[in-house]
C-alpha cells in the first residue's frame, strides 16, 4: 500500500497533536486520530506504525517549528552572541505558551511522552543541532565546523534541559548561552607572561 500523500500526513499530525493536548498520550486512541483526520486506522498505522511512532513524529514536526524560528532568529543578528541569544530566547519563550510542550512537561496526561524530550530525545537534538550547524557555518564561514558542532551540541542540550527544568528567566538563560558558545569559539590565544 502507497504512503499517504503530504497533506494526508499533515492532517494525522494535527489531529494527533490536537487530541494529545487535549486527552493526554495514555487516552488518545490510533482509532481517534483516523477519525479526527479522516482516514482509515490502516493509512494511520502504516504511516506512523504505532502510537509511540506517531507521537514521535508529532514532535519532530514540532521541533521543526522552533527550527524555522530559530533560523530566522539568527538570520536577523550580524553577530554571533546576539544571534545566539535571540534563538534561545527565542525557543525558551515559545515554548513556554506551547501547548503541547506543556502537555508533555507539566505531566498534563503527557508524562508519557517526556522521554521524546529527555532519555530519548536523540532525533530531536541531532535534527536542531545539525540545522543550527549548517546555518551558523552559512552565516558565519570562518568559524571552526568542530568546534561550533561541538558547542552547538551542548547549547541545544542546555537549551532544552531549561525548556524542562527552568533555571531563571529566559532572558538570562539566553545571555549565558550565547556567552557560553561565543567563549568556546574564540581562538585561543597564546597568553604572554
Do not use: C
Not at 502504516?46 to 514521535?56: C, P, S
Not at 533555571?167 to 607572561?193: D, Q
Request: proline content about 6%; glycine content about 6%; aromatic content about 6%.
Amino acid at each position: 500500500m502507497d504512503t499517504p500523500q503530504r497533506p494526508v500526513r499533515e492532517a494525522l499530525l494535527n489531529a494527533a497533536a490536537e487530541l494529545l493536548v487535549e486527552r493526554g498520550y495514555r487516552a488518545v486512541r490510533m482509532q481517534d486520530v483516523a477519525e479526527a483526520a479522516g482516514v482509515s486506522r490502516q493509512t494511520l498505522y502504516n504511516e506512523f506504525g504505532d502510537k509511540w511512532g506517531l507521537a514521535q513524529a508529532v514532535v519532530l514536526r514540532d521541533n521543526e517549528r522552533y527550527l524555522d524560528g530559530i533560523d530566522q532568529a539568527l538570520s536577523q543578528h550580524r553577530d554571533l552572541r546576539s544571534a545566539v541569544e535571540a534563538a534561545v530566547l527565542f525557543t525558551l519563550e515559545l515554548s513556554a505558551d506551547d501547548p503541547l510542550k506543556k502537555t508533555v512537561l507539566t505531566g498534563a496526561g503527557g508524562e508519557e511522552m517526556l522521554p521524546l524530550l529527555t532519555t530519548q530525545a536523540q532525533p530531536v537534538l541531532f535534527t536542531a543541532s545539525e540545522r543550527i550547524l549548517d546555518h551558523a557555518l552559512a552565516r558565519w564561514p570562518h568559524l571552526d565546523r568542530e568546534r561550533l558542532a561541538e558547542v552547538a551540541d551542548a547549547a541545544v542540550r542546555l537549551t532544552m534541559s531549561h525548556l524542562v527544568l527552568p533555571g531563571g528567566p529566559p532572558e538570562h538563560v539566553a545571555r549565558f548561552i550565547a556567552r557560553m558558545v561565543t567563549r568556546y569559539l574564540e581562538p585561543s590565544v597564546p597568553k604572554t607572561r
